[in-house]
């Protein structure tokens, strides 16, 4: 298998890792409240699942196996929180099952999702610098009203994505080796050589089905990876995803 290189924009979040640990930002459509409340049903859908290996050469190779175990734990620990909820309907929708007509929606939606990502992450909880006063004072943003064949008559839709880069087991040794070697200038104030390691970068968005109108969205930026393989670490990582979640 060819290694396959992470996607340039995830690539630029994480340059932000440098200054931060973990950095979980949510945002909400104060104008669409009473939609929100009035939420009594969310289709789960898993818009990315990328698991990554991290080789001890700094070379990512993306893992189809773990990805496609990955879409499934992203999808059950999300319907098994939600299910929790009193009078919250949960549905899924998975892409196996999808027609040819909603695979082309869902494909587009992916593609519009991280765009939209990539605006709220900049102009509404990215630097000040940045920051559009409008965004963040009129949180207006959407998916299309396209979505709604894809909510199959569920009042709003839950979009996941999440990429998670494991290194392997010789990545970390060498990690540690450079740590060791670099130590003494650290010590001594001088400017310590970093090696890329492990990292989660991750979002949930709740759209209104009707509109397409984003009501609410989550951005999470995290050194640590997060083992979405394993059904017990995906479920701890939803519960910190979705922590903020208004339905």
Same mark, same amino acid.
């Given at each position: 298998m060819l290694p396959r290189p992470i996607?340039?924009?995830?690539?630029?979040?994480?340059?932000?890792?440098?200054?931060?640990? +973990?950095?979980?930002?949510?945002?909400?459509d104060a104008k669409r409240q009473e939609v929100i409340e009035n939420t009594s049903s969310v289709m789960v859908i898993v818009l990315q699942s990328d698991v990554y290996r991290l080789t001890s050469g700094g070379v990512t190779e993306k893992v189809d196996e773990w990805c496609e175990q990955a879409e499934r734990n992203l999808r059950d620990a999300a319907v098994s929180l939600l299910s929790g909820k009193p009078m919250l309907v949960v549905k899924t929708y998975p892409e196996s099952m999808m027609s040819?007509?909603?695979?082309?929606?869902?494909?587009?939606?992916?593609?519009?999702?991280?765009?939209?990502?990539?605006?709220?992450?900049l102009h509404v909880s990215g630097a000040v610098a940045q920051q559009f006063y409008d965004k963040i004072e009129n949180f207006d943003y959407s998916l299309?009203?396209?979505?709604?064949?894809?909510?199959?008559g569920a009042d709003a839709l839950l979009f996941i994505s999440s990429i998670d880069v494991n290194p392997t087991a010789a990545r970390q040794a060498v990690?540690?080796?450079?740590?060791?070697? +670099?130590?003494?200038?650290?010590l001594f104030g001088g400017i310590p050589v970093v090696l890329p390691g492990e990292f989660n970068v991750s979002s949930a968005m709740l759209v209104e089905a009707e509109s397409g109108a984003v009501l609410w969205h989550k951005f999470y930026l995290s050194r640590d990876a997060h083992d979405l393989t394993t059904p017990l670490k995906t479920t701890e990582f939803m519960e910190t995803l979705l922590r903020q979640l208004p339905i």
């Open positions: 996607p340039v924009v995830y690539l630029a979040f994480f340059c932000l890792l440098a200054g931060c640990a +973990t950095t979980p930002r949510s945002s909400a040819a007509a909603d695979r082309v929606n869902l494909n587009d939606t992916r593609a519009l999702a991280g765009a939209v990502v990539a605006s709220i992450r299309g009203a396209e979505v709604k064949s894809l909510a199959r990690q540690a080796g450079m740590l060791l070697v +670099t130590l003494p200038t650290i």
